[in-house]
């Protein structure tokens, strides 16, 4: 079975766990989300019914949902099923079913360039993220927009990714690249932060490796440009048109006008996310620290071998984009770090090469021993996922909207 498919069925089960998980750990999780994914539901179910994009008929135009790309999904579900909850936890399933498969993969594009072996990345990664509960009741029991969020800004890096490794030779269709562009920006506010940066970022590390563009690599790089910033100002057109601000009412409403004061806040919920999940800070440091290695490694122009270095560095630039981007925000008022989810499977990446390393060329070459290192990983990493969704709530049963565990 080629790698794409055993990926895709080792990120199926990897969901089917940790959604299993969180139902075993916080048992009051229901099909039908949060208040705030029923908030977007209440517009979603409006717009259906053709009383426009409000919250009450009849009543002003506040934008309450954060995510544009969010709640209209959420209307084709209302307008097309009749019990569209139960879609939408299907939707959200299938997203986070995508998160993960693309988690997976750039683990092996990695894996790959380090030439390490393929199949004990997908099994270390699939056990890593079934043992991070607190991902998929964010992506999946929520639901709210972050799954879709995860999808949409994994699906960018991969192809900037391939972009930025293939000088813009890469197989996607010129669709896929608009819609990658675009995605990003119609789900959440922030989007165009994250395309803009992520795309400036792969011309100036394509640059930096290979000292020329290609008219390909330009023409690819102008284009999902341009599809974001057009985007943007579509939306930003519409949000003043039809609400009169240019973006959702949650944004003001989270957002000080201190800004001193929010950046404070956003500074103490990263630093609550850390202390709380200490395998993240692990992350976080080896991504910087490879990401310090491969900007000399750019730097000193060694050309036979920057494919590695070069990807390192796109996704350290996104590690550090989705880091400062929150604590200028201001963080959030959720439990289980809402905010940092899409950080997750990306820090687990240097843990997965890491263990992969350890069993393909420290330990003696019996299959055996491998699969008995495997063993222990699975049962380590599912009684610190369980134990992590139980002690990081004073309450294990506490509800996402619940205080606990909150850093700010």
Partial sequence: MPDGWISLAAATAATMIGVALVKLVVADVTLIGIDDANITQVYAKNIAAGLGYVFYAGDERVEGSTSFLCTMLNFVLFKAIPFPETGIFIMCFGLAVLASYHAILLTLRLCLFADLPHQPAIAITSVLLA?????????VWSLMDVAIWIVCVFWLLRILL???????????????????????????????????GLITATACIHLGATRSFSARFQWRMAAMLTVALVTFCVITGFRLAYF????????????????????????????????????MLAGILCWFLAGGWATTVLVRAKQAAWHLPAAVLLITVMVAEFTVMYVVLGG???????????????????????????????????????????????VAALVRGVEHLSVTGANPRARLAGQAGVAA
């Fill in 131 to 139: 043992a991070s509960p607190t991902f998929y009741l964010w992506s």
């Fill in 332 to 378: 959030d008022h959720f439990a289980y770090f809402r905010f940092y989810q899409p950080l997750l499977p990306i820090c687990l990446i240097p843990l997965v090469l890491c263990a992969v390393y350890c069993t393909d060329r420290l330990l003696p070459a019996t299959a055996m021993l491998r699969h008995l290192a495997l063993a222990v990983l699975v």
């Fill in 162 to 196: 391939d972009a930025v490794i293939t000088d813009g030779e890469g197989k996607p269709p010129h669709f896929l690249l608009a819609l990658s562009g675009a995605g990003v920006v119609l789900a959440r506010p922030e989007g165009i932060a994250v395309a803009v």
């Fill in 244 to 279: 009169g601000v240019p973006f959702p009412n949650t944004f003001y409403a989270k957002v000080s006008s201190d800004r001193i004061h929010s950046m404070l806040d956003g500074a103490r919920y990263f630093g609550g996310f850390l202390f709380r999940t200490p395998w």
